[in-house]
């Protein structure tokens, strides 16, 4: 049975922030916190023209010869998103592979905004990523939640709030199955201080008004915390912000770069962060864009927390699945199962397509599937019918990781601790990665970079205790929190 949406297609869910300022642009509009698409004279939302923006921002479009170079360095065919240009643009993704490919350190970073305590599947695609890559890579990864952008950029929001919402998209974070040895996560309120608001300040002290208001749009009336906040999030691509996992040595941590995956939306911060960095003598960080995951509505625009028909949450049952699906999932088939039947459907503005291109990793049957709708010999129904099974199979896993997800581990995750990684296991290191290391540089090492056994010894050592320190004051945190 093919079924017409119920929802037309111009209407689109408003952006993603209901506090962000909304007048319907009639041209495309991606910033960090509007995403919409470009209105047609018909008055339709047209789906996000991503070339356009590679074009705008500067970006480079992630390449056939790129994705070789990738599966030579890494040994892994690249993910899905990668193959299928949901991840289509990058920054200086050579210098990761090739910092990669010679065993030098280098760091994974991310981050979300905590704008409520239900993350949806257009959330967590990011972190899957991350996972997927920290795991060719075997590399840290840091996860920054900005609570505090999600303050300023708020006018109802209160701190307590956001703080909560922290909390709570730390526990779905970590249910994507993160491995705390390797990776920390972070609340903006919390972990600010130290090391990351000297990195912080040094940042602000070089982008004026002017600037800020050039990358971002701000204007005389914005409060002056979100022009500051830009600092914040670009101080956390330095690894000297992260003494506790890449040492104190700040002259050596200063060279190692970080890649962060992100949505294309965050690019002008890290735009801005390149500069600076370059102006600090810091690694310029490197960069790895994705598309978003549509609205249940269509094309052009994203899924939105507080617009419960948009999206699917990672706490919906599967009743609510596939019911969501059923009812709001963009159709590009036709009106009658005959007429689908006679002229086929169009996978390309099809919702149910466009998620199974996320979530399906069988290339030859996905294509298969887009190739039997185009036909018509795959009805809507059996098409929504394989996405919701997926959805349903994607969510349920995660719910059952969810249960995991203890208060003890939040506080694990998040508390400062080092973290443990290798690196590319076909290179053999002179210099250990762990950030345990500030004896390198010291006497007796031969000005080769290899340590003595000694060296080694100590910062072996060094590190249990700290671990063990670690681990300590987050049972103590823990017994206080279950206490209470
Ligand atoms: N500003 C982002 C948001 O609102 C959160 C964020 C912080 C982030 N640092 C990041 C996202 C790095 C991607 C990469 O969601």
Not at 126 to 136: P, S
Not at 156 to 175: L, M, P, W
Not at 255 to 282: G, M, V
Not at 341 to 351: L, T, Y
């Amino acid at each position: 049975m093919a079924s017409k949406p119920e929802a037309p297609a111009q209407e689109v869910p408003p952006a993603a922030d209901p506090d962000a300022p909304t007048t319907a642009p009639a041209k495309q509009s991606v910033d960090p916190w509007n995403v919409a698409g470009e209105v047609g004279d018909d008055g339709k939302v047209k789906a996000i023209d991503y070339n356009k923006l590679v074009e705008e921002f500067g970006t480079k479009l992630i390449e056939d010869a790129l994705l070789q170079r990738f599966e030579q360095v890494t040994g892994h065919k690249p993910h899905r998103f990668m193959r299928r240009q949901i991840v289509f643009s990058q920054r200086d993704l050579e210098v990761i592979l090739d910092r990669h490919e010679k065993g030098e350190p280098f760091f994974l970073y991310t981050g979300r905004g905590p704008s409520s305590d239900s993350m949806h599947i257009g959330h967590t695609q990011i972190f899957d990523f991350c996972k997927w890559l920290q795991d060719v890579f075997d590399v840290p990864l840091v996860i920054m939640l900005t609570d505090d952008e999600k303050f300023l950029f708020s006018e109802k929001r209160t701190v307590e709030e956001v703080i909560g919402y922290s909390q709570e998209n730390c526990r779905d974070i970590i249910s994507i199955g993160f491995d705390p040895e390797k990776t920390f996560i972070f609340s903006d309120y919390e972990f600010m201080g130290g090391a990351f608001y000297r990195n912080v300040t040094r940042f602000a002290k070089l982008v004026t008004y002017n600037t800020a208001r050039a990358v971002f749009g701000f204007d005389e009336s914005s409060n002056i915390g979100k022009i500051h906040f830009t600092s914040i999030q670009g101080a956390t691509a330095f690894a000297t912000t992260f003494p506790h996992i890449f040492g104190e040595d700040e002259k050596r941590v200063a060279s190692i770069p970080c890649l962060i995956p992100c949505a294309i939306d965050q690019d002008p911060y890290f735009r801005l962060t390149r500069d600076c960095a370059a102006r600090l003598k810091y690694a310029k960080p490197s960069l790895i864009h994705s598309r978003f995951l549509d609205a249940l509505q269509g094309p052009g625009s994203k899924m939105s927390a507080s617009i419960d028909s948009s999206a699917i949450f990672m706490k919906d049952t599967p009743k609510q699945i596939k019911d969501k699906i059923n009812k709001y999932a963009f159709s590009g088939g036709q009106e009658t199962a005959e007429l689908q039947r006679e002229k086929g459907g169009d996978p390309a503005v099809d919702v149910s397509y466009q998620y199974l291109q996320f979530f399906m990793d069988d290339d030859e049957e996905l294509r298969k599937i887009g190739q039997d709708y185009k036909e018509g010999k795959l009805l809507t129904g059996e098409l929504k019918a394989i996405c919701i099974k997926y959805l349903q199979e994607y969510v349920a896993a995660f719910q059952e990781r969810r249960t995991k997800a203890t208060d003890d581990r939040v506080k694990l995750f998040m508390s400062v601790r080092p973290l443990k990684w290798e690196g590319n296991p076909k290179v053999k290191r002179t210099v250990p990665l762990t950030g345990e290391s500030s004896t390198i540089g010291e006497g007796g090492e031969g000005g080769d970079g290899k340590l003595t056994k000694n060296q080694l010894k100590k910062i072996e050592k060094e590190k249990a205790i700290a671990a063990k320190k670690a681990a300590k004051a987050a049972e103590k945190e823990a017994s206080k929190g279950n206490a209470s």
